[in-house]
């Protein structure tokens, strides 16, 4: 008697189960579209970061180490997977630069591009999402600090010693200037790679 009562209980159970482990399937690509939508920015905003980066020449070979649209280096360029598009930015299309910008968006925030996001006013919140939002308070936080730490080290007034850490992104943003205009500055010292800092180096700001 008591078998009998028992059974349909736990029939019932396994059914309870068993259906809340398939909604739970059906919603995961669900979350996982939400998050990728969540980091991604309009097509309008990146056409406005390239009239600042290139005046809107996605084609553009200026020799200056930085190519196409959004002045992607050639080490970042390859690191985001644009091999799989073109040798080099320039020689992309701008669908494709967009496509790596976004990966390089997801990683390192609008910090990527300092000098043109400060000044169009970009940030995590307008369309990037939340993981951007913290990949760029980190990258902010310890920039500013070093600013003022600086002005006080013995490297003088117009020279800065790179930390562990640092990246030529967040020393540009430290010291006001674009990482462009620091790397040509001291490409003596750097070399051709812009990504690559060792610490120690004194760079001109």
Not at 40 to 63: F, K, M, P
Request: glycine share 8%.
């Amino acid at each position: 008697m008591t078998q009998q009562t028992l059974a349909p209980v736990r029939s019932s159970r396994r059914r309870l189960l068993a259906l809340a482990a398939a909604a739970s399937l059906a919603a995961a690509p669900l979350v996982a579209l939400t998050g990728a939508q969540a980091q991604a920015a309009s097509a309008s905003t990146w056409d406005r970061l390239a009239v600042c980066e290139s005046t809107s020449d996605w084609s553009i070979n200026s020799g200056n180490g930085y190519y196409g649209g959004l002045q992607f280096s050639q080490t970042t360029w390859q690191e985001f997977g644009g091999g799989q598009y073109a040798s080099r930015a320039d020689l992309a299309s701008r669908a494709q630069q967009i496509a790596i910008a976004e990966k390089v968006l997801a990683v390192q925030g609008w910090g990527a591009w300092p000098a043109c996001s400060a000044k169009l006013g970009l940030s995590s919140a307008d369309e990037a999402g939340s993981a951007s939002s913290e990949v760029a308070a980190s990258r902010e936080a310890p920039a500013a600090s070093r600013s003022t730490e600086r002005s006080s080290s013995s490297t003088g007034s117009s020279g800065y010693t790179v930390r562990a850490g640092d990246t030529l992104s967040s020393i540009a943003a430290s010291t006001g200037t674009s990482w462009q205009a620091l790397h040509a500055a001291n490409a003596a010292v750097i070399g051709a790679d812009p990504d690559r800092l060792s610490v120690g180096t004194v760079l001109s700001v």
